[in-house]
């Protein structure tokens, strides 16, 4: 494994409000606030907050956490929001980090005691919670190298739990909780089956780190990692070094194969939130919920960016809910709750939201079949979706794989003359070459067109939360703000697949990522298999789908910051060809929903 050092504390530049190292127990009264001047929320109740408790690891490293309780002498359930990104809003990474609105989260909502990505305890600790908020093996002042999920991090939150739930103030009954990070460690922990864990709430996280973040596709990506682990990771020692091991071991291994979650040793209830606009954390969600062998799961698939719908006042009241149900015992009818509550993106519509289901995917799809059609001759980069199988005579549409212009998206347009719903797993399969490289990084994405013929955007964050932000027009082009469509992607060399894939399935999960089969010689057509993520979308009469094909992601970049670190590297070079007609069936299958 390789590793890299970690930004030091001294790094003052860059290390954020970090707390240095003291312990203390100190009472937070009633009104406290942590910054008036920019009008964080007040504590509606006295909190009594212990500052670097020490906690002892299995291997002897020793880590330490805040635990903020109520304050009476009472024990009360536990709950854990687990990453390396600082205990008490003490850390670099904060909604700060994602100008210019705070992906919709005012000040006012937060009281600045949260972890990032967790919720606030100044609202949780006085309905009748303790919670423990570690800065894990290696962040800041604690021990021991950072690392990245897997089994390693399992075992640290394992060790946690047990130490929490035999603490004075734990009624011993623990739940994790938290967004990203925080959502993927709780799979890892959860495997390990701590015996006082009782309930998780992964608020949208990946599950196999390979696919849905480090390499989807079999292209390599460590520009994310790269800027996760430089811009938001603090310590004293080193972190495990991600994007280092993404350009090093492309293919899958062991190392991988210990970032995959092994969801059949998850015992306990989850409810799992989910959404269609994470760059990293939409298939994981919803493979999640397919995957987990408990009864007691449920998912919400909301419209939203996964912060705003974090601190989204029904989404905690949703919450709080599932919690009291299961770490207090409280007949609350949670249990009668749909085990899946669907949204849809209308993109320049509303959203449909919180639609009761009873499964994902919907046992109702119907999957149809459209052939790829071009508009005339080999030159054009428009055609469309046709149910009929193929057109009179072979065609090849092409573009140049390294422009990103719009002259070089192949663009296949599919118009519906009524009202439509689209929900679930749409895949392609396309016959390709490309007479300049022996390989190919494809790139679908499938976006929607409004009855004008214009692509429109959903918008992430209701324009209610941006008050500042003039028209949806002004939103800032971030994957934060905006999101563009389901998209797909493979390197062309990784295609093979262990069979033909079935409806409803994710692609990807059907290849090992172990094997390169390069296109020799030059020119030479293959077939391929491409999955989409999970999709939700609806049209109204004269809206299309439309499917663009082209040598790079459409997705917008995170943040701004993200953009100063180097593009991820790609093979691609000169033109793309996608081939239709008679002897190439090029197509998509498409999941529609009655």
Known sequence: MVDAVTPTLEDAESNGPYTPFHHETAVLPKNWQKDPHRGSLPLPHDIVIQRDVTIKLRDGTEIYADVLRPNDQKPHPVLIPWSPYGKTGDG??????????????????????????????????????????????????SQGDIMWWGTQEGRDGYDVIEWAAAQPWSTGKVGLLGNSWL???????????????????????????????????????????????????????????????????????????????KFEKIQVPAYIVASYTSQIHVPGSFRAFEQLTSNKKWIRVHPHFEWYDLYDPESQKDLLKFFNFYLKGEQNNWESTPLVRMSLLGFNQPAI???????????????????????????????????????????????????????????????????????????MKLWVSCPDMDDMDIYGTLTKLDASGCRVDSINV?????????????????????????????????????????????????????????????????????????????????????????????????????????????????????????????????????
């Open 183 to 261: 959502a993927i460690a709780q799979w890892f922990i959860a495997a390990e089956q701590p015996p006082h864990l009782c309930a998780i709430a992964p608020w949208e996280g990946a599950s196999d780190i390979y696919r849905d973040m480090a390499c989807g596709g079999g292209i390599p990506s460590p520009t994310f990692s790269q800027w996760l682990r430089e811009k938001s990771l603090k310590g004293r020692n080193k972190t495990e070094c991600v994007d280092a091991m993404v350009r090093q071991y492309p293919f899958y291994n062991e190392y991988w194969e210990d970032k995959r979650v």
């Open 462 to 594: 209701p324009m209610s939360a941006m008050p500042d932000c003039p028209s949806e027009d002004q939103v800032p082009h971030y994957n934060v703000y905006r999101h563009v469509g389901a998209p797909s992607k493979l390197r062309v060399s990784c295609r093979r697949i262990n069979r033909a894939p079935k409806d409803g399935e994710e692609v990807d999960q059907l290849r090992e990522f172990v094997t390169s089969d390069k296109l020799v010689p030059l020119g030479t057509v293959v077939d391929v298999d491409m999955g989409f993520w999970p999709c939700g979308m609806y049209f109204e009469p004269g809206e299309s789908l439309q499917l663009v094909l082209s040598g790079h992601t459409l997705i917008y970049p995170e943040t701004e910051s993200v953009i100063k670190f180097p593009l991820s590297p790609t093979i691609n070079h000169g033109r793309h060809q996608v081939h239709m007609g008679p002897s190439y069936p090029s197509s998509i299958t498409l999941p529609f929903i009655n």
């Open 353 to 427: 939201m919180n639609r009761p289901e009873q499964e994902y995917p919907l046992a109702r799809t119907q999957y149809k079949t459209f052939y790829l059609h071009s508009q005339g001759s080999n030159t054009t980069t428009h055609g469309t979706l046709e149910t009929t199988k193929v057109q009179s005579s072979d065609v090849i549409m092409s573009y140049d794989s390294l422009k990103h212009d719009d002259a070089n998206h192949l663009k296949f347009q599919l118009k519906f003359d009524k009202y439509t719903e689209l929900a679930g797993y749409a895949r």
């Open 92 to 141: 670099f990474f904060n909604l700060d980090v994602f100008p210019p609105y705070r992906a919709g989260v005012p000040y006012s909502k937060l009281s600045g005691l949260e972890k990032f990505e967790s919720i606030d305890p100044a609202v949780w600790v006085p309905q009748g919670f303790v919670f423990v908020q570690v800065n894990a093996r290696g962040a800041y002042d």
